[in-house]
């Protein structure tokens, strides 16, 4: 099993990056607004775990919505949508990974969703990623999809990896810009999780 993980620079992808050691990682830069720092964080990151990463440029804005496409969700999203919503976003970076990875005989995406991610996108549940991996599966490569870390919470995700801080520290979780506001969903997360093992007062 070769397994390509999609490694965004947040602390719940980087975090599954050094429990499972994939053999290679990818950031997607598809439009975001953040996508400089993300693409940033993760090289380090990947660098640091002794991991092969590469970044592919698959530009989306046109289909973006949300804090991370900066256009209000109020307007472009769905009813009790979170205000970081991107269309689809998860379905299609998966399709992206698989497409690259199938050229060079990945046989497994990995992703970075944690348990809490259910709770606010359709696309973190249980539901979506038992869909995603037989669809994947049904194509051409027959890849398949796995969140190891999808019944965790970010603090059990972030306690098992093992994660050095120093590798923590390298990590970009905000929705709104390339430098963190503090403010977003991403950088709550972020700061709520650091500060519930330990690394943050």
């Known amino acids: ?14 975090a599954v990056a050094a429990l499972t050691r994939p053999d290679h990682c990818m950031v997607v830069d598809y439009g ?7 693409a940033r964080a993760a090289q380090h990151v990947a660098q640091l775990l002794g991991l092969p990463c590469t970044t592919i ?5 046109d289909v973006g919505a949300g804090l991370m496409a900066n256009k209000a969700a109020s307007t472009t999203g769905p009813v009790g949508a979170s ?26 995406i990995q992703l970075g969703t944690v ?3 259910g709770a606010r996108h359709i696309d973190g549940t249980r539901g979506f990623l038992s869909a995603i991996d037989n669809v994947v599966a049904l194509q051409e490569g027959h890849i398949r999809v796995e969140a190891p870390a999808a019944d ?18 390298w990590t970009h979780s905000c929705h709104r810009a390339n430098l963190p506001c503090a403010h977003c969903p991403g950088c709550v ?5 650091l500060h519930a093992v330990g690394l943050l007062e």
């Not at 975001?32 to 993300?38: G, K």
């Not at 440029?57 to 804005?61: D, R, S």
Request: proline share 6%; charged share 20%.
């Open 152 to 169: 965790m919470s970010a603090t059990e995700l972030l306690r098992a990896s093992g994660v050095p801080e120093s590798v923590l520290a």
């Open 32 to 38: 975001q607004i953040p996508a400089q720092a993300e």
């Open 83 to 108: 205000p970081e919503w991107w269309p689809f976003r998860n379905q299609l970076l998966i399709t992206l990974a698989a497409a690259w990875g199938v050229l060079r005989e990945f046989t497994t």
């Open 57 to 61: 440029h698959v530009p989306a804005t």
């Open 115 to 117: 348990a809490s991610d």
């Open 189 to 193: 997360k972020r700061a709520e999780t």
């Open 1 to 14: 099993m070769t397994r390509l993980l999609l490694l965004s620079g947040g602390l719940d992808s980087t």
